[in-house]
C-alpha cells in the first residue's frame, strides 16, 4: 500500500493540488478531512451540490432504489425513476420551453451533453461551423474543448473540430472594446451581428452558437438581460439554433431555476448537468422537438442516465422548485454579495465583484501593477492563489478560476444560511487580510 497515494495521481487535475484534503465526511454545506479539521464548502462540486452533501431527502431517494428488486443499469430504457426525473425536469423548465421539447440522456458527464449538443446542431441542420465564446468552459473531451475559449493549461490543442468562430463575451470589467458596461456589450453585439450577417466574415452559415449563459470557470461573469436578449434575436434572424450551457449556472444557481429566465428567453438547446444529478452523475440536452432529426440510433452509448442518479437528481429538483431555493439563492447571494462588495471598499485588492445569486466572483489584482488602457490594475495570480490557501487554513473551501486564474469563485450549496453566509463573509475577510499583509 502506498503511503500517500494522492502522489501518483496525475498532476493534470488541479483541484486536489490546489485543495490537497482528505476528506473523511460530508454533511450538508461543510466536510471534514481525514485530520478531523471540518471545512465550509463553497466549492460543492462546481457547483452541483445544490442540496450540499448527504441531503436526507437525496439519501432517501437513492436508498428506495436499492431495494434489491429495481432495476440498476437499464441501457437507456423507460423506468419508473427515469420517468420520475423527466417529470420534474419538465416541470422546472418554462412552460413555452417545455412544451416543444424533447429530451436526450448523456452522460455521464457535463462534456457529454455538450457533445451531443454540437452533434445534434450539426446534424439537424447540415452545417459543421460552430460559434462560441472567448473565455468560455464546455469540457474536456474533443468537441468541447474545440468549442472552448483560451483558459490557460485547459486551452485547446490544435487539430480539434473545425471551423470553430470565437466571439466576445461581455466581460465587461477587462472589455475587448475598451469600453465596458451597457456601452461595452452594445458594441459586442453589433460585432456579433455583423459577423454573422456578412458573408465576407467566413463565419455564415454555422450549425450553431454555444454560450454559457453566465460564464463560470471563466471567471463568473453573468451577462445583462439586455445581451442575452440581442444574442436571442440575432441567432434567431440568423437561423442558427442557440445552445445555452447551464451546466453550472442552471437549476437555482443564479436565482432563478433557468439562469435564461432572468432575460426572459429560452434557448433551441439546453445543456445540462451537475446539479441535475442530486450529486450523481447524469447530463441530459434538452431541445426544441424540429432539431431532432436523428436517424433511429445515431446517438447511442452504454451509461446514459445512471438509475441512482436520476431518482436523487428527481429528489433534488422537486426540493429545490417546492422549496423555492432558487429564490432563496438570490437572497443569500445578495447578502454575500454585500460583503464582498463592502471588502472592496476597503482593499484596493478587490478590482470587482461580481456575479448572480449564488454564483460570484472576486477579481483579485495587483494595484500596484501597470494598469491597461481602460485603467485596470493587472491581474493577480499570485494574491488570488494566496487568498485560496489562507481560506483553506481557516476552513473555507474556494475555489481560484477566470481567464488568468485570478478570480475567487463561490459557489456555495443553495441551502446555505444567513448565518453561514456571514461566516463564509468573515472567513474570507481575514483571509484576505492575512493574504495581503
Ligand atoms: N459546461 C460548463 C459550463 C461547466 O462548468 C462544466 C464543468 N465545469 C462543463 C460544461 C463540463 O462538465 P463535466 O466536468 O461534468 O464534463
Known amino acids: 500500500r502506498l503511503q500517500h497515494q494522492s502522489e501518483v495521481e496525475s498532476n493534470a487535475r ?48 437513492i436508498r428506495g432504489l436499492l431495494d434489491g428488486k429495481r432495476p440498476l443499469h437499464t441501457l437507456d430504457l423507460m423506468t419508473e425513476a427515469k420517468d420520475e426525473f423527466i417529470n420534474e425536469l419538465f416541470a422546472c423548465l418554462p412552460a413555452e420551453f417545455a412544451r416543444d421539447a424533447r429530451i436526450q440522456f448523456c452522460g455521464p458527464a457535463g462534456t457529454d451533453a455538450v457533445e451531443a449538443a454540437l452533434k445534434l446542431v450539426r446534424t439537424a441542420t447540415g452545417r459543421s461551423q460552430m460559434l462560441a465564446f472567448h473565455g468560455a468552459y464546455h469540457g474536456m473531451t474533443q468537441g468541447a474543448l474545440s468549442l472552448m475559449g483560451s483558459l490557460g493549461p485547459k486551452q485547446y490543442l490544435d487539430g480539434m473540430i ?4 470565437m466571439l466576445p463575451y461581455p466581460y465587461g470589467y477587462r472589455c475587448p472594446f475598451g469600453l465596458g458596461g451597457a456601452e461595452g456589450e452594445r458594441v459586442g453585439l453589433h460585432y456579433i451581428e455583423n459577423q454573422l450577417g456578412d458573408p465576407e466574415s467566413g463565419v455564415l452559415p454555422a450549425a450553431g452558437m454555444i454560450l454559457e449563459t453566465v460564464q ?19 441567432t434567431r434572424e440568423a437561423g442558427v439554433p442557440l445552445i445555452l450551457d447551464e451546466v453550472q449556472c442552471g437549476i437555482g444557481r443564479t436565482g432563478r431555476l433557468f ?3 432572468h432575460a426572459g428567453i429560452t434557448p433551441d438547446v439546453l445543456v445540462l448537468s451537475k446539479a441535475i444529478g442530486g450529486s450523481l452523475p447524469l447530463a441530459v440536452v434538452v431541445y426544441h422537438k424540429d432539431l431532432d432529426r436523428w436517424q433511429p440510433g445515431a446517438h447511442a452509448g452504454t451509461f446514459r442516465g445512471n438509475q441512482m442518479a436520476m431518482a436523487a437528481g428527481a429528489a433534488t429538483l422537486r426540493l429545490i422548485r417546492e422549496e423555492r ?19 472592496q471598499a476597503r482593499y484596493p485588492q478587490i478590482g470587482e465583484v461580481r456575479g448572480r445569486g449564488l454564483m460570484l466572483g472576486v477579481e483579485i489584482v495587483d494595484p500596484q501593477g501597470r494598469a491597461d488602457a481602460m485603467g485596470r490594475a493587472p491581474h493577480n495570480r499570485a494574491l488570488a492563489s494566496a487568498v485560496q490557501q ?21 459557489l456555495p450549496p443553495l441551502i446555505i444560511t444567513a448565518a453561514q453566509v456571514d461566516q463564509v463573509a468573515d472567513i474570507f475577510a481575514s483571509a484576505l487580510d492575512a493574504a495581503v499583509n
Not at 473545425?162 to 468562430?165: N, Y
Not at 453573468?222 to 440581442?230: K, V
Open 325 to 343: 431555493l432558487d429564490q432563496h439563492a438570490a437572497a443569500m447571494g445578495e447578502r454575500l454579495c454585500a460583503h464582498l462588495q463592502a471588502l
Open 14 to 61: 488541479s483541484y486536489p493540488r490546489r485543495i490537497p484534503l482528505e476528506l473523511r465526511r460530508a454533511e450538508g454545506i461543510h466536510v471534514q478531512d481525514s485530520e478531523g479539521r471540518w471545512f465550509i464548502d463553497c466549492l460543492a462540486g462546481a457547483g452541483t451540490l445544490a442540496l450540499g452533501h448527504n441531503h436526507p431527502v437525496v439519501l432517501q431517494a
Open 216 to 234: 463560470g470557470e471563466g471567471g463568473v461573469i453573468a451577462p445583462s438581460a439586455d445581451w442575452l436578449r440581442g444574442i436571442r434575436r440575432i
Open 162 to 165: 473545425s471551423g470553430v468562430q
Open 259 to 261: 439562469a435564461f429566465e
Open 390 to 410: 489562507q481560506c483553506l487554513r481557516r476552513g473555507l473551501i474556494l475555489e481560484v478560476g477566470g481567464r488568468h486564474s485570478s478570480v475567487l469563485r463561490l
